[in-house]
């Protein structure tokens, strides 16, 4: 990331970003987020977003105010830039791909802020971790046409599970 773009997500910082950067540089982590992004079309960051909020001992519940800004913020903005900064890449020009790829981070950064500030609609609950995610990610589910029913392998469930609490 350039120092520019660094500098300006820095300025932005919130909580849910810092957790997902903590979750994120796990060993593995980022490679079974992608696989669930390229796999079954799930987002990223609403998962940090789940994981972040069973922290907060939050649920994610599908509101109209999620559907009105976050689907259409992935698919209008984020996976066209990440379709570009892909198809950049083969054209071997490193400077024009970091380019892209800030472009990428920020988009990513922004969406997050996005589902920051939707963290206090949802409820508190009092259950255990686990529970929370599983309820959240069913809900996710439910809403979410390609990946409705939900991911039936409990493995893949526990192994999110465990990336979703980072030890800071």
């Known amino acids: 990331m350039t120092q520019g773009a660094h500098d300006a997500i820095?300025?932005?910082?919130n909580p849910f970003w810092r957790y997902s950067?903590?979750?994120y540089q796990q060993e593995n982590c980022?490679?079974?987020l992608l696989h669930a992004q390229n796999t079954y079309g799930m987002n990223?960051?609403?998962?940090l977003f789940i994981g972040w909020l069973a922290h907060q001992n939050r649920q994610l519940v599908v509101t109209p105010q999620f559907t009105a800004i976050i689907p259409s913020f992935q698919k209008e903005i984020i996976e066209k830039i990440r379709d570009l900064r892909i198809r950049?890449?083969?054209f071997?020009?490193?400077t024009l791909y970091s380019a892209i790829k800030d472009l990428e981070l920020k988009s990513e950064f922004f969406e997050q802020q996005r589902l920051y500030r939707c963290a206090g609609d949802m409820p508190r609950v009092d259950i255990d971790y686990s529970s929370m995610i599983e309820n959240s990610l069913n809900d996710y589910w439910n809403y979410k046409e390609s990946i409705k029913g939900g991911i039936k392998d409990k493995n893949w469930l526990q192994i999110l599970i465990?990336?979703?609490q980072p030890v800071f």
């Open 30 to 32: 980022s490679s079974f």
């Open 92 to 94: 071997n020009n490193q």
């Open 10 to 13: 820095k300025s932005l910082d």
């Open 162 to 164: 465990q990336y979703l």
């Open 21 to 23: 950067l903590a979750v």
């Open 88 to 90: 950049i890449k083969g």
């Open 44 to 47: 990223i960051n609403v998962l």
